[in-house]
T-cell receptor, first 115, second 114 residues
Framework: GAGVSQTPSNKVTEKGKYVELRCDPI?????LYWYRQSLGQGPEFLIY????????DSGLPNDRFFAVRPEGSVSTLKIQRTERGDSAVYLC?????????????FGSGTRLTVV | AQSVTQLDSHVSVSEGTPVLLRCNYS??????LFWYVQHPNKGLQLLLK??????LVKGINGFEAEFKKSETSFHLTKPSAHMSDAAEYFC????????????FGKGTLLTVNP
């Protein structure tokens, strides 16, 4: 596609529920990144995929968070037993190759609200 | 480890006047530095990037930034603000070796008054 697409754009869920957030990167981009932006803060790194594998998942806050990219394209961020503190905008980005000096293309994000 | 400090959380200017958004960084390596802009309900957009080719970097929409190693600064400027410049601006440093892990500042909200 022309840009990075994230769905849904908004998600409201109850505390304790499971949610999945989807990211469609730009076609042909092998690298994919997830970031989380809490209210009033800059985005924070969660995980980086190179192809199908997670090259760095050091930013995932705990084991309730998990992400997959089974075919090296679309990625899903999964959050189990959601907590109110998980409320944030979840951003996805992609780049043509791996580590790059030239910035990435970000999607518009999924705003997750846990009530 | 790297970090970024944006010195102002909010900057307000009048249309047609200069813009200065301040950023200081800390990096163990020769840094890659970026400025991103985020308009309401829009994705992050890359304004410009510094990757050691030139210390004065020109970006989109008339923005510039100057890398000053002695001051560890990367301030963003524009000679004349436009109403459409109103947005949140983030100064960002990339990991020295790989650059895939971006560290964002907390952001500066730019307001442009008519």
């Amino acid at each position: 596609g022309a840009g990075v697409s994230q769905t849904p754009s908004n998600k409201v869920t109850e505390k304790g529920k499971y949610v999945e957030l989807r990211c469609d990167p730009i076609s042909g981009h092998t690298a994919l990144y997830w970031y989380r932006q809490s209210l009033g803060q800059g985005p924070e790194f969660l995980i980086y995929f190179q192809g199908t594998g997670a090259a760095d998942d050091s930013g995932l806050p705990n084991d309730r968070f998990f992400a997959v990219r089974p075919e090296g394209s679309v990625s899903t961020l999964k959050i189990q037993r959601t907590e109110r503190g998980d409320s944030a905008v979840y951003l996805c980005a992609s780049s043509l190759e791996g580590p790059s000096n030239y910035g990435y293309t970000f999607g518009s994000g999924t705003r997750l609200t846990v009530v | 480890a790297q970090s970024v400090t944006q010195l102002d959380s909010h900057v307000s200017v009048s249309e047609g006047t200069p813009v200065l958004l301040r950023c200081n960084y800390s990096s163990s390596y020769s840094p890659s530095l970026f400025w991103y802009v985020q308009h309401p309900n829009k994705g992050l957009q890359l304004l410009l990037k510094y990757t050691s080719a030139a210390t004065l970097v020109k970006g989109i929409n008339g923005f510039e930034a100057e890398f000053k190693k002695s001051e560890t600064s990367f301030h963003l400027t524009k000679p004349s603000a436009h109403m459409s410049d109103a947005a949140e601006y983030f100064c960002v440093v990339g990991s020295g070796g790989s650059n895939y892990k971006l560290t964002f500042g907390k952001g500066t909200l730019l307001t442009v008054n008519p």
